[in-house]
């Protein structure tokens, strides 16, 4: 009777996703969380939250260039290059808002997606209006690997000094 193995192997392996399915769903929560709260932290321009949440080996690219080439407008390597990408970006912006945002977690919990308008002003008071897509990738709750996406030519219109525009 062969029936009897498959069936035990069948209701083992239910058993076994059934016992993960939680633990997924649990995990997709908390990067989910953290997705918004490195957000909500750029709002607020507060380093610290941001820094809490960056591994010591994170790493930020933005993938988009100026010149249209597939080379990186830019790659920051470490937390403290990353920071410091962070910290001259929020020094550029009076307010920072993200509208119409839209998280999506990978279905293991470790990588989110994020969508979202940006509603900001420069520091100089003039409106910035920019589309953003950023792919994170977390580990033990903080994040390793991040990417920004947005507009190079809506970047180059508001600020046509930055080398490259």
Same mark, same amino acid.
């Given at each position: ?18 016992? %993960? ?11 989910? $969380? ?6 909500? %932290? ?12 960056? #591994? ?12 249209? $080439?597939?080379? #990186?407008?830019? $790659? ?24 119409? =945002?839209? =998280? ?12 979202? #308008?940006? #509603? ?10 920019? =589309? ?20 190079? =030519? ?12």
């Amino acid at each position: 009777m062969r029936i009897r193995p498959i069936m035990v192997t069948a209701a083992l392996a239910l058993a076994v996703t059934c016992a %993960a399915a939680p633990a997924l769903a649990s995990e997709s929560r908390s990067t989910e $969380r953290r997705t918004a709260a490195i957000l909500n %932290a750029f709002e607020r321009e507060d380093l610290a939250a941001v820094s809490a949440l960056l #591994d010591p080996n994170a790493t930020l690219t933005i993938p988009l260039s100026f010149t249209g $080439r597939k080379e #990186d407008a830019a $790659r920051f390597t470490g937390k403290e290059q990353v920071l410091g990408y962070v910290k001259n970006a929020l020094a550029a912006f009076g307010r920072i808002d993200f509208v119409n =945002v839209n =998280v999506t977690v990978s279905e293991e919990g470790n990588t989110s997606f994020v969508q979202a #308008d940006g #509603d900001f002003t420069t520091a100089d008071g003039r409106s910035y209006r920019n =589309v953003y897509v950023y792919a994170f990738e977390w580990r033990n709750g903080r994040m390793v690997r991040g990417a920004e996406y947005a507009n190079p =030519v809506t970047f180059c219109a508001t600020f046509p000094a930055t080398p490259g525009c």
